[in-house]
């Protein structure tokens, strides 16, 4: 409980008051101290029934909900209720300590809490790492109902842990639009059950967009029209997912780090894969394999994934990729899928890339998929003013001709390449892997 600002110019216009009538002689000094006294009686007895009036904090009952698991780079809500069981209205400011790091909606919340009456009130955090959180107390503050003092507490409550995975409201988002059927306006394509599988389903009608390997002869003759195998995707296959947390990928875009980035990618990715049946690993390595997941089927491994993916951290470390290409092929006898989540910026380490990525391209389907920094576009493609900008056009262009032709060597190894922007890697990582199966290459 403090004092107010009203309850100090209280204070300060009595005591002015009887300064200047002192000064002006209007009264003696005895009548002077008398008066001050009793003032002060008057108001003390104010704020003493100021202070019966006003409901104290335990009056009050306040809670804070949220989901526990937070998604990285995403608003993620939280909402407190203040209950008041009291008999007096109140103006209530709300502060509450999310963790230091997280950027908060609103610093602090006021409202109206009636008496006898609930309120909630909402906000979002924005968590810039994964890892583990906690919240601290709630701190209140309301005025009392002469408005001479201002009741302060902090309350501290219990489960206040956060767990900031990767973005799993992508997830959510993709499977919204799949039960609508609005995948194609987000830019997915839409994945059907048939395609260039090898599993005979049926036979249908020629269409011109078919080729001509499809046609069966015989059913042609049969039913005196142009017939057609169709056959199911494949199911049952390994998608390893890939994830390099070493050097390359602790640097920043836009406000995430590269692998963050890559783990929401891979998160979607992996979901997709399940839905479609498919068995779905993972690996983390930066300068030896951290994590190894074998692929597997449902929704329990894409919780093992969620798992070993949410507090990933890249480590200022040369990653080692002979090291994790040769544990993929020791671990993967299978023919494989293998998203391989990395990025080109020096030529040292692209050509370590090339050699060891290439190597398994015999035996596996290799899908190389790296983050393209528009701010690097930008700086390559912007008319320099002065000696400064001269230089840094120049090193920005001797980056991205590097990374060209790194991305030109591994397609030519046999390795397909997706490359590009962070905000677009999701929706043409997962319709790479739909066009892959659909066209039968795993």
Not at 112 to 136: C, E, V, W
Not at 185 to 202: H, I, N, W, Y
Request: net charge positive.
């Amino acid at each position: 409980m403090v004092s107010s600002p009203r309850l100090i110019a209280i204070v300060f216009s009595g005591a002015a008051a009887l300064f200047f009538l002192i000064l002006a002689a209007s009264i003696s000094t005895t009548q002077a101290m008398a008066l001050f006294i009793l003032y002060n009686a008057v108001t003390g007895v104010l704020l003493l029934a100021d202070r019966r009036l006003t409901p104290t904090p335990g009056m009050l009952q306040i809670d804070r909900t949220f989901e526990h698991r937070f998604s990285l780079g995403a608003d993620n809500p939280v909402t407190i209720t203040a209950a008041n069981r009291s008999s007096a209205d109140l103006t209530l400011t709300i502060k509450d300590e999310p963790p230091f790091s997280f950027q908060a909606s609103a610093k602090t919340i006021t409202g109206k809490l009636p008496a006898s009456s609930q309120a909630t009130f909402r906000y979002t955090l924005n968590p810039p790492k994964r890892g583990d959180y906690l919240f601290g107390s709630i701190n209140l503050r309301y005025p009392s109902r002469l408005g001479l003092f201002i009741w302060q507490s902090s309350l501290p409550l219990e489960n206040n842990m956060i767990r900031v995975y990767p973005n799993i409201r992508e997830i959510r988002k993709y499977q919204i639009l799949t039960q609508r059927s609005h995948l194609v306006e987000a830019g997915l394509k839409r994945s059907r059950a048939t395609g260039l599988g090898t599993d005979f389903e049926s036979l249908r009608d020629y269409q011109i967009d078919d080729t001509y390997r499809r046609i069966n002869w015989g059913a042609t003759a049969r039913r005196g029209r142009l017939t057609v195998n169709q056959y199911t995707v494949d199911r049952s296959q390994n998608i390893l997912l890939v994830l390099d947390a070493g050097r390359l990928m602790s640097g920043t875009i836009t406000t995430l780090s590269k692998l963050d980035h890559a783990v929401n990618t891979s998160l979607l990715l992996g979901y997709v894969g399940v839905t479609h049946d498919d068995n779905v690993g993972m690996i983390s390595f930066a300068d030896e394999v951290k994590t190894y997941l074998p692929p597997r089927k449902g929704q329990p491994q894409l919780q093992k994934i969620l798992a070993g993916l949410y507090n990933l951290q890249p480590q200022i470390v040369e990653s080692d990729y002979q090291a994790v290409c040769r544990y993929i092929g020791f671990r993967n006898r299978k023919r494989s899928l293998i998203c391989f989540f990395t990025d080109l910026i020096d030529d040292e380490s692209s050509r370590r890339l090339i050699t060891h990525l290439s190597s398994l391209t015999g035996k596996h389907l290799v899908l190389c998929i790296t983050m393209l920094d528009q701010q690097i576009v930008k700086q390559a493609e912007k008319t320099p003013e002065d000696s400064l900008e001269l230089y840094q056009k120049a090193v920005a262009q001797t980056v991205l001709r590097n990374r060209r032709e790194a991305i030109s060597i591994l397609k030519s190894n046999g390795v397909v390449v997706v490359d590009v922007p962070p905000d677009e890697l999701s929706v043409a990582t997962i319709n790479k892997y739909l066009e892959l199966k659909s066209q039968s290459r795993l």
